[in-house]
């Protein structure tokens, strides 16, 4: 492990955002952020230029917190995602790269047209994450 674990991880009472605390900083990351980066196949894809970019995710919320082991985090959310496992070098990279990151995601979603709001059909929870069938490889 490179960085730090985080020495206090609160999940804010609307479960619109998740707080890490570092060295008696806090880093606030929202809900959408932490879901359109997360560190599962489904997202990153299975290689270089596979990442998917993830659309309608503004409202999303969290919904469950999971540790796993002394070196990650599960984070459940509200539209059903649950695959990746947030290790803590990985969110402390989340935590310290925030603007430049979201920054690079509005970019790429105005690239592609997108919407950070969910279409009607995008509002329904699914399971799709990689191991279920989701990402097309499993």
């Not at 060295?23 to 196949?41: I, M, N």
């Not at 970019?53 to 503004?58: I, M, S, W």
């Not at 002394?70 to 509200?78: E, G, H, P, R, W």
């Amino acid at each position: 492990m490179k960085y730090p674990t985080p020495e206090e991880i609160r999940l804010q009472n609307s479960r619109a955002a998740l707080t890490l605390v570092y060295g008696g900083s806090a880093k606030s990351l929202p809900a959408e952020f932490l879901r359109v980066y997360s560190p599962s196949a489904e997202v990153r894809g299975h290689g270089v230029g596979q990442e998917v970019l993830q659309t309608g995710k503004a409202a999303v919320l969290i919904m469950g917190l999971e540790p796993v082991g002394q070196y990650a985090l599960k984070i459940t959310f509200s539209d059903g995602h649950d695959s990746g496992l947030y290790d803590w070098d990985y969110l402390y990279k989340l935590a310290h790269e925030y603007d430049t990151m979201w920054a690079d995601y509005l970019r790429a979603i105005e690239a592609a047209g997108a919407s950070r709001i969910a279409s009607p059909l995008e509002a329904v929870p699914a399971k799709t994450g990689c191991g279920s069938g989701g990402c097309g490889k499993h």
